[in-house]
């Protein structure tokens, strides 16, 4: 079956504040490249996960008032990226709409269900047993995340089955996340660009 011919999904967002200066472009026909640069390590090392096993490619670079602390600039970098998102998306037509991952991590395994419904909802079940991963909060896996799914207007269900290295908990869901949006954002070749609702429409 000839699969329809796709437009170009590429979105550029820039966002400035008092507190943060965020860049993001992305392509989400792309082969997972990543260029991040967030003044937070750890937030890198996630982010360049989520492009990778998302194969969306990612330009992301933001500078912040990290001398306060990182809260400002994970949850802004989570707007950005879901505005691009959204950007990139269009009318939303021809995608599969839903993507699920359960996704294994050593002892950790952590599910992520995704609906590009255009109604923003998180619902998080991922408790962490220590406080920060290297400098960065675990409190801001969540407001990353939130920020993320109420921007590009997803629902977004994350859940830990199992995990108590906080690494690794973080780079499931990362990861899980990563592999629901491959899945959602993906053209179906069955779908013949028509959009994936039976209103004919999903919410802007």
């Not at 329809?4 to 992305?26: G, L, S, Y």
């Not at 921007?151 to 108590?164: E, P, Q, V």
Request: aromatic content about 6%; hydrophobic content about 45%.
């Amino acid at each position: 079956m000839d699969v329809p011919p796709t437009p170009a999904r590429r979105a550029e967002i820039t966002r400035k504040t008092a507190e943060t200066d965020i860049r993001v472009a992305i392509h989400l026909d792309g082969t997972g490249r990543a260029g991040i640069a967030t003044g937070i390590g750890f937030l890198d090392h996630m982010l360049t996960a989520l492009a990778r096993h998302s194969m969306i490619d990612m330009d992301i670079a933001a500078t912040g008032d990290l001398h306060i602390d990182f809260h400002h600039t994970a949850e802004d970098v989570g707007i950005v990226i879901g505005q691009a998102l959204r950007k990139a998306l269009g009318d939303k037509r021809g995608i599969r709409r839903y993507g699920a991952s359960l996704l294994p991590m050593d002892e950790a395994l952590a599910e992520c269900a995704i609906d590009i419904s255009g109604r923003p909802f998180l619902a998080w079940s991922v408790p962490f047993v220590r406080d920060k991963v290297g400098e960065m909060d675990t409190e801001l896996f969540e407001e990353f995340f939130r920020a993320l799914a109420f921007n590009a207007g997803i629902t977004m269900h994350m859940t830990l089955k199992a995990g108590t290295n906080a690494h690794h908990v973080a780079e499931a869901c990362f990861k899980a996340a990563a592999r629901a949006l491959r899945e959602a954002v993906e053209p179906d070749a069955r779908a013949a660009g028509a959009i994936p609702s039976t209103k004919g429409v999903l919410e802007a």
